[in-house]
């Protein structure tokens, strides 16, 4: 495998599959409450993807996925499946969307509280919202891949939480998961990795833990907890590298960063 470097063309699809996965996460927002399970919010996701949008829920059998979209509550760090669990006052939950249309990927992910959020997890949620901007703000060509983890990692460990290293960002366009890898911590056996040009595409995606870093597979083969149990939180964005700097492709109209 190798990166692929996009075309104005294909830029300008990616562009559409990105509006179009921000566009997702902003009409599920109002229905993230108590009360709702989150197989009722796959239903209606996949039902908006379809129908509105006449785009493919990307992660429906991708690999075997059984539903729509991931969502991750509390503990789970990402690639929670959709099931008949109902969602709690204090809770907080990664709604993860990703929509092929016209061959192209869309990839966005962000947190919703459910009802009043503890300290600690609005803090989590602030501080994984933060990471994942810094890392976007160091996109511009000439820069490296290194830099993007390097940030990330410093500013959480800083605030005291942990930075998730066996799932990363990653290339993006017509398939899903392209190279390269973005890791979200520097790794000094890759050093400054690639040095990003215009016409990339990838996501930042940090998976932030309030406590430990290290994480456990469930036997359902996706779902993906902290190992010490605490909670964890995500954002997710797929950004393009710009002549100047970056273009962030999965905000939905008049939202910026
Ligand atoms: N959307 C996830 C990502 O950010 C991948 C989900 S794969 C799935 O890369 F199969 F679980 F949907
Ligand atoms: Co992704
Ligand atoms: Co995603």
Redesign the pocket.
Known sequence: MSITYKTPEQADKMRVAGRLAADVLKMIGPRVRAGVSTDELDRICHQYIVEVQGAIPA?LN??G?PRSI?TSVNNVVC?GIPGPKVLKDGDIINI?I?VIKDGFHG?T?RMFHVGEPTVLARRLVDVTYAAMKLGIEMVKPGAYLGDIGRAIQRYVESERFSVVREYCG?GIGERF?EDPQVLHYFDPSRGKGEELRPGMAF?I?PMVNAGQRHVRLLPDG?TVVTKDRTLSAQW?HTILVTDTGFEVMTLAEGDTL
């Open positions: 992660p991708y690999k996925f991931c690639h993860d990703t990839d992910s990653h998961h996501t995606e996706w997710e």
